[in-house]
């Protein structure tokens, strides 16, 4: 029914009450016995200072009880306050057992429990920044104002701006792409996929807006998939094939003609007939040449052909690959020079197929240097590494296609019909990366010459890190266009 | 909602809509130097159609500004803001038309192959390019000192000009079977050339809207 500081005070009340009243009357029974009080103004005068008395220690006794319970209070309060500022670690005292007792330990519980709920929240927001953060894919979250929220690190790299500066602007002024903000704002129709390009670089960037409700507000979330490798991988694949099938067409139509050519009659012409097989003779030749070649790019490319790596001269093996197109050099009146260290320089290679490169690409030298340029074969000996370099006065590479040389079936003259079959390079590549090695084209322009460089470690393959085009860039500092 | 807050919403509905033509822009000078490239005439005429767009886009954002103007008394450099975004978009449009000359040109080739491989022209297209996106740059973060550069660039692309002026004109001297595809190339270069002199206008325009001074940049040669 009471509650136990309600006690307390009517408790020390009733005290004060009952000891002015004994006390007073104690004084009264005196007064009679000893006749001291005769009038009723005595009389009112005694009772007057008994009711001065109590007032004053009434009055004492209220503030001793207010500033008892009040300081608990006041003690409570400044507790509560701190947490609410965020310090929710402090020491509530639980002193007793009355009602500020209760009330400072429900305090603590709701403290403690705070402090858990924080700490989980805390947690689950680092979780997330964290997958945001490591996300591949760009993220951006837009409000319903247009307004960008938030990015992660890949978004920042992509669109080449950084979060500080981004949020609170409209995702107008940080994307600046037409298509993306349209897709923002407009509804999305079919799922047709948007690509568009992003950054200095023209990355090819996917799209994909995603609306998410929370609470009452909703945000846009928008996905950017950088797609650009995989769409040059699917561009390079519909090349090839579309190079193949044209490959094979005309050497397949040559073939034709001339069939028919005799089953029309020429047979019964025995010279023309002869010249006929002859010449399918030579087209059938270049086809399985093609053939030939294609099967071992797929060979190569798949790793199913092994390299027999011994320790050899560089300096020789390239040599006698080299010297065996002196006669084609010198029936186009091209001068070729080799230079060779003449120390041995010594690696790790498989022979027979590092011939195959030197005679490829001096072959290519010749074939596209004008009479009386000049193709020269050179071996060096580069720290780690041997450097095969191989440069000719020719007719030289615009510097756009330079990335495109290696690529399989990429011929430097388009509108010659050329020999060959375009995939030369590509092979040499290969090969070049079996050993471990890179292989790079630089050139200065159309017909100022280029120079292709191929550097294997004299350990061999075997070694960590080879391989890695940055560790090539640092050892040899300038390395024109790598294209490998 | 106060007034000033839709007058603010406004201002960055213009600015922003004028970004968007500006990205329509890009991709049209972009798309059709690589139209010219392929002689892709698929391409080309869908450059010349989605010109039709960009000169829409354009009045839009004219009418938005007068109405603005209009309704809102805009005074100081709000004033200055809006009129500068009306002057951009002019300058823009006509970078569209620009391109959309490309895709013509790429027309005109008919069945013809290119005179030469294309090696300046296309660096001249990613000069104007870049130096439109910097431009805009300037003007989203109310740069000046960026501005005043991006102009300056200009030289770059009126001297690529001249060295392709040069080298067709070669291409026509020693071979008169050549003079319409090299015309037609030296157009390409023009329009290109022209290009980025509009982008040093845009330059002037930001510059204008945050100093209140219109000063000449880099006056073209041609």
Known sequence: MFTRIQWRIAAAYVILIVTVLLALGIYLINSVRDQSLRTPEDLAFVVGAAMGVAVVLAILMAILITRTTIEPID???????RMAEGDLDQAIQVG??????????????????????????????????????????????VDDEGRVVAMNRAAEQMLEIDEATAQGRTVTEVVRHHALVARLTDAPSADVPLVVEVGRDRRQVQVVVTPVRVGKATRQVVLLQDVTALRHAEAIRRD???????????????????????????????????????????????????????????????????????????????????ERL??????????????????????????????????NLVHNAIKFTPPGGTVSVAVE??????????????????????????????????????????????????????????????????GQGTTFTVVVPARGPTGPGESSTRALTDHFGELGRLTV | MSGRLSFERDLQRLQDDTLLLASMVDQAIGSSVDALRHLDTAAAERIIRADRDINARRFAIEEAAITTIATQHPIARDLRTIIAVLHISVELERMGDYAAGIARIVLMHGDQ????????????????????????????????????????????????????????????????????????????????ERIADRVTNICERVVFLITGHLNEMNASSY
Do not use: C
């Open chain 1, 381 to 446: 000996s580069r720290n780690l590494y041997v450097a095969i370099v191989i440069a000719d006065t020719g007719i030289g590479v615009a510097p756009e296609y330079v990335p495109r040389l290696f690529e399989r079936f990429y011929k430097a003259d388009r509108s010659r019909a050329s020999s060959g079959t375009g995939l030369g390079l590509a092979i040499v590549k290969h090969l070049v990366q079996a050993h471990g090695g890179h292989v790079w084209a630089t050139s200065p322009g159309e």
């Open chain 1, 96 to 141: 007793s057992q009355d009602e500020f007792g209760q009330l400072a330990s429900v305090f603590q519980n709701i403290a403690l429990d705070l402090r858990q709920k924080m700490a989980a929240i805390e947690n689950q927001r680092a979780e997330v920044a964290a997958i945001l953060g490591g996300m591949a894919d760009g993220a951006l979250i």
């Open chain 1, 240 to 322: 090839f094939v579309a190079n193949v099938s044209h490959e094979l067409r005309t050497p397949l139509a040559s073939l034709r003609a001339l069939v028919e050519t005799l089953e029309d009659g020429a047979l019964e012409d025995p010279p023309a007939a002869r010249e006929f097989l002859g010449r399918m003779h030579v087209e059938v030749d270049g086809l399985s040449h093609m053939v030939e070649e294609l099967l071992e790019l797929a060979r190569i490319e798949s790793g199913r052909v092994h390299l027999q790596f011994t320790r050899a001269d560089v300096g020789q093996v390239v040599a006698s690959a080299a």
């Open chain 2, 113 to 192: 192959e290119l005179l030469k491989p294309l090696v300046d022209i296309p660096r001249m297209a990613d000069y104007g390019r870049s130096m439109l996106r910097q431009s805009l740059d300037a003007l989203v973060a109310r740069d000046t000192t960026l501005a005043i550069k991006v102009a300056s660039e200009d030289d770059l692309v009126d001297a690529l000009y001249d060295q392709v002026y040069r080298e067709l004109l070669t291409y026509m001297i020693q071979d008169p079977r050549t003079i319409d595809r090299a015309t037609w190339l030296l157009w390409v270069a023009h329009n290109l």
């Open chain 1, 75 to 81: 003690r409570l309060i400044q507790v509560a306050q």
């Open chain 1, 326 to 359: 002196r006669p084609q050099a010198e029936r186009q009146g091209i001068t070729l020079r080799i230079a060779i260290p003449e120390d041995p320089v010594e690696a790790a290679i498989d022979a027979q197929r590092l011939q195959q490169v030197v005679i």
